[in-house]
């Protein structure tokens, strides 16, 4: 099983085993005020004064959105209760993602000092931003993938042992979920999650021309799965 880095991120693959879990207050309003915080980098007029830096600016907004509207999904999701306590270590995969979760949504997007009005330098500050941008939401939404494939795993195992607890009759059905737990985190690859964020861009028409690829992405955040 590896480990999720926390540099790494289908939003629509399952939603069955997190639509129900519960609202978690603090990672929500964090995730709030952390949003709010970081629109000031698109209030200056300056960041307006030509066409290209407009839809930069409109690019880093949309960016922004689907962080935040990852983070709040991740907050949705409360753990089963086996999981707060189980050293088992799909639990802990679970327990490891909220944790990288929060982890990012501490770190302050990138603003590169004061607004300029010189429009070389407006254009390349917008330019660090997407970038960032557009790292953060990958790195959350793979850390979403994650999340889901473990809460898929503890669902099954739930239907499996039906209330009991696990005993050695119950290792080949047990074993057969995990490999299938390990198969899934296996498939989450940086290409993987690149197509599904581009997917996402690709249905609302966005502009995607200085979006950083998955290859960069990787190299950026250290990560190469």
Not at 102 to 119: H, I, M, T, W, Y
């Amino acid at each position: 099983m590896p480990t999720v880095k926390t540099e790494d991120a289908d939003m629509d693959a399952v939603r069955s085993p997190t639509d129900k879990f519960q609202h978690r207050p603090s990672l929500r309003q964090a995730a709030s005020h952390e949003r709010d915080r970081n629109r000031t980098i698109l209030r200056s007029p300056s960041n307006m004064a030509d066409g290209m830096n407009n839809v930069r600016a409109i690019r880093i907004a949309e960016l922004m959105k689907d962080f935040h509207d990852i983070q709040k999904q991740l907050a949705d999701v409360a753990l089963p209760s086996a999981a707060e306590t189980s050293t088992e270590e799909r639990f802990a995969l679970m327990r490891q993602c909220k944790a990288q979760a929060r982890a990012l949504l501490r770190q302050p997007f990138e603003q590169n000092g004061k607004p300029s009005k010189d429009e070389e330098k407006i254009k390349m500050q917008l330019k660090r931003i997407i970038i960032d941008a557009a790292v953060r939401r990958f790195r959350a939404w793979k850390i979403y993938m994650y999340l889901n494939a473990a809460l898929r795993w503890a669902h099954a195992r739930e239907i499996y042992l039906m209330g009991e607890r696990p005993e050695e009759r119950h290792a080949p059905g047990l074993s057969e979920l995990q490999e299938r737990l390990r198969m899934e985190i296996a498939s989450i690859t940086d290409v993987r999650v690149e197509a599904e964020c581009r997917r996402k861009d690709a249905a609302e028409g966005r502009w995607l021309v200085e979006d950083p690829p998955a290859s960069f992405i990787s190299t950026y955040t250290g990560t190469q799965r």
